[in-house]
């Protein structure tokens, strides 16, 4: 009998959401995706030692910064992913720039500019922006650059639709974290169909399908293998490689939920300004608490992956 992971590649793409690069092999995902907080596990792994080894003496050979020595870390095991999956490889841009927009366009341009002299093109590398109003018009002027996007931490139907209006190439909306905060919140229990996090991405995708936009939606921190269930037939879905496991386990039928052809029912279509977008955000509670905490949370592990960088510099 197949396995709901297989399953699922038939209705779905999937990516390994880890930098840890033997779960990525033994899963065989199309995609990979990273970030920050990744990455600095991933670092302190002893198999991905020379990764971090490589980063620092180079960054010593240039008298470089730690933040310039991150970034190459985070290009060294971008690089690496590259020869495992098939696919694209996320690379995040720094989540202290989410709300700076010329500063995320010329770290994109430089991250990509460190995987050409690698040999490795942009067709295969997504730059990973937090779904902000700058770095929605960040990822605007990189897609019209050629440079695609995966706009990330998308808690509500206001970015998604700040996403699509810059023609991201990707979206990442976070299923688990908004079901976090409605049972935070008191709500529940859930269904995998009550599930606040799965309705969202569901809302989503409906109105992406109904009225034509192009932009990739890829489901995105999964608590359970049910709300993966209930998503299968979304464009792409990133889960984690404890979750890949047990749909790798689970034998039996996984019906497909979502559909380009039948998408389900979507709101009026909303022209959004920056005033509408902020508003709109405003006015809920859950986008904008995640954003804000998922942006803090990615700033924290960043800086404690500079530390353990400059330290590694000084020594």
Not at 141 to 161: H, M, R, W, Y
């Amino acid at each position: 009998m197949t396995s709901k992971l297989d399953a699922l590649r038939g209705m779905s793409t999937v990516v390994a959401d880890t930098g840890d690069m033997k779960s990525i092999k033994v899963f065989k995902p199309t995609d990979s995706t990273t970030n920050p907080t990744l990455i600095l596990k991933a670092a302190q792994i002893p198999g991905y030692g020379h990764l971090l080894e490589e980063a620092v003496a180079w960054g010593r050979k240039r008298g470089a910064a730690a933040g310039a020595v991150t970034d190459r870390l985070a290009v060294n095991f971008g690089a690496e992913l590259t020869k495992i999956v098939p696919g694209r490889v996320s690379t995040e841009v720094d989540a202290d720039l989410s709300f700076d927009t010329p500063a995320t366009i010329a770290k994109a341009e430089a991250l990509i500019a460190d995987y050409a002299e690698r040999g490795i093109g942009r067709d295969r590398i997504l730059i990973k922006v937090a779904a902000t109003w700058e770095g929605a018009q960040a990822a605007k002027v990189l897609q019209a650059k050629g440079i695609d996007c995966n706009l990330t931490l998308i808690f509500s139907l206001a970015q998604a639709i700040a996403c699509a209006d810059a023609k991201a190439f990707l979206i990442s909306p976070f299923v688990g974290r908004i079901l976090d905060w409605h049972v935070k919140a008191g709500g529940g229990p859930y269904t995998a169909e009550t599930d606040p996090g799965v309705v969202s991405v569901r809302q989503i995708y409906a109105y992406y399908k109904t009225y034509g936009v192009k932009t990739v939606v890829m489901g995105a921190s999964f608590r359970n293998t049910d709300e993966i269930a209930a998503l299968a037939g979304c464009d792409r879905l990133t889960i984690s490689p404890q979750l890949l496991g047990e749909l790798a386990k689970d034998e039996g039928d996984l019906p497909r939920r979502l559909d380009p052809k039948a998408p389900g029912e979507a709101l009026a279509k909303i022209e959004l300004d920056e005033k509408g977008f902020r508003w709109r955000l405003n006015e809920d509670a859950m986008a904008t608490e995640k954003l804000a905490e998922g942006i803090r949370g990615f700033a924290k592990d960043l800086t404690t992956l500079r530390t353990l960088i400059a330290k590694q510099l000084a020594a």
